[in-house]
């Protein structure tokens, strides 16, 4: 009798598509966070000069 080859790998393309998506939520996240940070320092930055100014 012939031996049975492993044949294609489970779930490869599931997986990669899942790793993908997951990856471009995290960057996603971390965009957010980031335009967030600056956001913020925008602000204080304006809120400071007016208080310079007065």
Known sequence: ?????????K???TKAK??????QKVNK???EKKQ????IKALMRKINEEKLHL
């Not at 009798?1 to 790998?9: L, N």
């Not at 899942?18 to 990856?23: E, K, V």
């Not at 967030?36 to 956001?39: A, D, G, I």
């Open 29 to 31: 996240v971390k965009l």
């Open 1 to 9: 009798m012939p031996k049975k080859g492993k044949g294609k790998a």
């Open 18 to 23: 899942y790793n993908r998506l997951m990856l």
């Open 11 to 13: 779930n490869t393309t």
């Open 36 to 39: 967030h940070k600056e956001r």
